[in-house]
């Protein structure tokens, strides 16, 4: 079960995904206890950097195995024609690659999907159930699926069609032996997740205080090159974003955070 340590009334400043004033917020150490591997699902490269570097970089120093799914080669990234999007596609992993490592985490898989035209098929569920299974994480961490009125850019369709796909991975597909019978065929077996971490949500209900490991959320941001540039803007925009999720939270002010909606799946 997850604990509840309390309720905030906080509402968040703006670009926030704070919670609601009836939303109890939950201590992530709380939760951090017993979890052995986490499995973090995105649409794009570059997702879980936005979304959660600095909690990834934080549970890798406590010893949790953290591995990434990429969906997608974010090959519809960027705007320059010149580029064919094979080659993007090719750079764009590199570029995953190289900023999973900066946070610690060097298993990072990708299922080749489409950018740009993602859907929460039958298809996309099985191959995440696989990777489920394989990995056997007590935490999953994905995109909301639900369309976040303040943030229309962390609304994506393939976040939202990725979040959708993870989570019916996570309950029931994983755990039921019953669905996509050609898993069992490959020796995978059921496996039931405990935790569903959801990033870019509304309602968010989980804080995770980011501040000391900064540098590496920032250093994992700037891996992603073709997509952020120089990344002289960076500091100036987690500074807002993270303030604004820290403060949600009822963090001591000058504290940076990462912000989730924290599902019991178990
Ligand atoms: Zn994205």
Redesign the pocket.
Same mark, same amino acid.
């Given at each position: 079960m997850l604990g509840a340590t309390g309720a905030t009334g906080a509402t968040g400043a703006t670009g926030a995904t704070g919670p609601s004033p009836t939303t109890a917020t939950i201590d992530p150490g709380v939760l951090d206890v017993g979890v052995e591997r986490i499995l973090v699902v995105t649409? $794009?490269p *570059? *997702?879980v950097d936005f979304g959660a570097a600095g909690s990834v970089a934080s549970w890798v120093k406590q010893g949790i195995a953290v591995m990434y799914c990429v969906v997608t080669d974010g090959d519809a990234g960027g705007s320059d024609r010149s580029v064919a999007r094979p080659d993007m596609a090719r750079l764009r992993r590199s570029e995953q690659r190289a900023a999973a490592a900066e946070v610690g985490v060097d298993d990072v898989v990708f299922l080749g999907y489409g950018d740009g035209r993602l859907l929460a098929s039958i298809e996309l569920r099985r191959d995440i159930t696989r990777v489920v299974r394989q990995v056997q994480p007590d935490r999953v961490v994905t995109q909301s699926p639900e369309r976040n009125w303040e943030r229309m850019a962390a609304s $994506?369709p *393939? $976040?939202r069609a990725a979040g959708e796909a993870t989570i019916c991975a996570v309950y029931p597909d994983a755990r039921n032996p019953f669905a996509h019978p050609e898993l069992l065929d490959e020796g995978l077996e059921p496996h039931t997740v405990r935790q569903l971490w959801l990033m870019g949500a509304a309602d968010s209900n989980c804080f995770v205080d980011c501040t000391d490991v900064m540098d590496r959320k920032l250093a994992a941001l700037r891996a992603h090159a073709s997509q952020v540039g120089d990344g002289a803007n960076l500091h100036e925009l987690l500074q807002r974003w993270m303030g604004g999720n820290a403060s949600a939270g009822g963090l001591a002010p000058g504290r940076l955070a990462e912000a989730f909606r924290v599902v019991d799946a178990g």
């Open positions: 649409a $794009h *570059d *997702d $994506h *393939d $976040h």
